[in-house]
């Protein structure tokens, strides 16, 4: 009886590690509330995507289950606008924006991880102060700079002015930065010239960090719409998010259920990756960090 009640104090959880149960209580509903306001909208849009032509969508009447579930508005997109070629531009342009990012947020985060060069502070500075201009600040001298390099209407001027983000490289910095710099005095004791420290030592310790430069990459490239919208002209070279917005025009009918059914499409491929990759994700955020 003397050694049931310690070991059964063990099993209990201890509140001051987890917490009181209301501050759990509130955790947990703010969670579900957070949850509901991200999750809900794509949930309500799938579902509405899944009813019949006589269910409405919107109204009084509308329900938020289907009582028929059909994929008729999926057949209806494919057969109204060119998916696939939507979606072959969308992969050129998402597999030019991440080669161009991993190959020059790297290279700039880590020269910008070695010290002994002179201005190296400076360029940080304008880096992080880059970042404070929204794109629709310079959205008109970007659009005049590539009509000027005749790139309008093409996959090129749309991939043109994100080639590289000066996030990715101060992420690429961060995480060049968490290499002890004894490894790399080892390294060139051993005759290892720079690209090899490169290659071998910091991009193998920074694979959280690059990971996040491709989902970030992948997901703006993959749903930017203003910048395409303006850029592009002929439907061969449109986007998928950009195609797919020609379903909500009257040629089309507007059928509310079928421009539902294009905006699930275009999330899935997002959707999927994130959910692939979110464990390494949160990893490379962390190992990332931004440092002074």
Known sequence: MTTAVPRARRLLPRWREYGRPRELVVRYLLLLLVLGL???PLLWQLLASLKSTGEDVFG?????????????AYREVFDQVPVATYIRNSLTVVALSITSQLVFSTTAGYMLSKPGWKGRRAV???L???MMFPFESIMVSLFLSIRDLGL???LAGVWLPGFVGAINVLLMRGAFLAVPREIEDSAMLDGAGE????RYLYLPSAWGAILVVVINTFISAWDDFLWPLIVL???N???LTLGLSRLQSSSFGYDQRVVMAGSVISVIPVLVLFVITQRWFYKGVSAGAVKL
């Open 237 to 239: 070279h449109m986007t």
């Open 128 to 130: 992080v102060a880059s």
């Open 60 to 72: 009084a009447d509308a329900t938020f289950l289907p009582r028929h579930p059909t994929l008729r």
């Open 38 to 40: 991200t999750v809900g």
């Open 233 to 235: 002209r002929s439907e």
């Open 152 to 154: 309008v209407d093409s």
């Open 195 to 198: 690209w090899q420290r490169f």
């Open 124 to 126: 940080w500075v304008v």
